[in-house]
């Protein structure tokens, strides 16, 4: 794959047409190397996220052995890929031709299940097989998430004694786990969580293998600087202290974003310019979903070819290239005044749901890939500016974004 030392440096030499996803795999080794430091147990890392080979590389090769799985093809690709890996398969709704298989032809041996009828399916599935792990998914508010997922999934507190107890009859290993939601900005939702998880504990008399605390940990985005990631870990730490499990409990976390977001940005091209709209040439049907249906401002950085843009910064919105309407990206996102025609945007932390919800609608589809060597635009690893919050663009480190305009 193609090196560049920027997006600035790719722009200038390919003069791309199509958007360019730029990964930096050095951002990737930090994130994991700081969850498999930090956080008080095992990591599984979320695959839906973004499940491109070179990020998945990355994430094994700094030391991660676990993975949190969703579907077929995610346990396919990483049965075929790490041989000695172990899957969870995490999904609380699944086929039971697809337990079946996970199963009998991959070994698969962790399940999560949030309902009788789920519980029945896995045990019947599996052709009542003895060495289950079954894990117990618990609904808890996800009031501080950016991205809600416990309307969908998840027992109510008031049920889940009675499913653990269903469970723990047919388990070999049994655990509880949870999702606080995505893009969660206070360490606290955890603390809520693991309350939650004793109080389950002291309710059902079970004594549990596994507690996992689920994905939800943030990056950072224009407008959300979440608290340091320390702090997460901490809270995680002094809540897991209290809970009344043995030494042998396995204690799981799922990250997804927070491992890979810093890891890609997407460099884009503006092809029409109405107003304060700019229409480029990647959107909500390719790797900027978020931004399109959750209204995430990612970081920018303007890249002109040739000649210099004048430095008075205006909020602008986004169209992606597809013929829907929906395909509007609000922003604001600050860049220039003289945007134009053939002017490149360098979209910041698009690594996590980025590439892994591209779509191929209406035509507007790209694979095309590089490496850059630099530092992504924010980062929550390291010294970071937290507290420097510019008002206008919402960027922590929107000093670095002007200087680097010239
Ligand atoms: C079961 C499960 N685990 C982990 C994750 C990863 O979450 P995040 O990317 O917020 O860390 C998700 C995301 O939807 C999930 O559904």
Request: hydrophobic share 40%.
């Amino acid at each position: 794959m193609e090196k560049f030392p920027s997006a600035r440096a790719l722009a200038r030499s390919l003069a791309p047409i199509n958007p360019v996803t730029c990964l930096r795999p050095h951002a990737v080794r930090r994130a994991v190397h700081f969850f498999l430091n930090a956080f008080p147990g095992e990591i599984l890392y979320a695959v839906k996220t973004n499940p491109r080979p070179e990020v998945l590389d990355e994430v094994y090769d700094a030391g991660v052995r676990n993975f949190d799985v969703a579907s077929l093809a995610e346990i396919e690709l990483i049965a075929g890929r790490y041989p000695d890996a172990r899957m969870a398969f995490m999904n609380p709704v699944k086929n039971r031709d697809v337990i079946r298989r996970a199963y009998e032809e991959f070994r698969v041996r962790h399940f999560v299940l949030d309902s009788e009828e789920e519980l029945n399916k896995i045990v019947e599935a599996t052709g009542h097989a003895q060495d289950l792990s079954l894990l117990v998914r618990l609904a808890v508010p996800n009031h501080h998430s950016e991205l809600e997922l416990s309307s969908k999934y998840g027992v109510q507190p008031d049920a889940a004694p009675d499913l653990l107890i269903a469970a723990r009859q047919v388990a070999s290993r049994l655990g509880v786990a949870f999702h606080v939601g995505s893009q969660c900005m206070q360490p606290s939702a955890w603390g809520t969580a693991l309350h939650m998880v004793r109080d389950l504990i002291l309710k059902s008399g079970i004594i549990l293998d596994i507690v996992d605390v689920g994905g939800g940990f943030p990056s950072v985005y224009p407008y959300m600087t979440p608290p340091p990631l320390t702090d997460y870990m901490r809270e995680i730490t002094a809540a897991v202290d209290k809970l009344p499990i043995s030494e042998s409990c396995e204690i799981w976390a799922e990250p997804g974003r927070a491992l890979v977001a810093e890891g890609a940005s997407t460099l884009v091209r503006v092809e029409m310019r109405r107003g304060d709209n700019l229409y480029i040439n990647d959107g909500t049907y390719g790797s900027l979903f978020d931004a399109g249906s959750l209204n995430f401002i990612y970081p920018v950085r303007p890249i002109r070819t040739e000649g210099r843009f004048q430095k008075p910064l205006i909020g602008y919105a986004f169209y992606g290239p597809t013929c829907d309407s929906l395909d509007h990206m609000k922003g604001p996102f600050y860049l220039p005044a003289d945007m134009r025609e053939g002017d490149y945007i360098e979209i910041g932390q698009t690594g996590a749901y980025g590439c892994a919800m591209r779509t191929k609608f209406n035509g507007f589809h790209s694979d095309e890939t590089v490496v850059l060597r630099d530092e992504p635009m924010l980062t929550a690893y390291g010294d970071r500016i937290a507290a420097q919050n510019d008002t206008t663009t919402g960027l922590s480190g929107s000093a670095v974004l002007l200087e680097q305009m010239k």
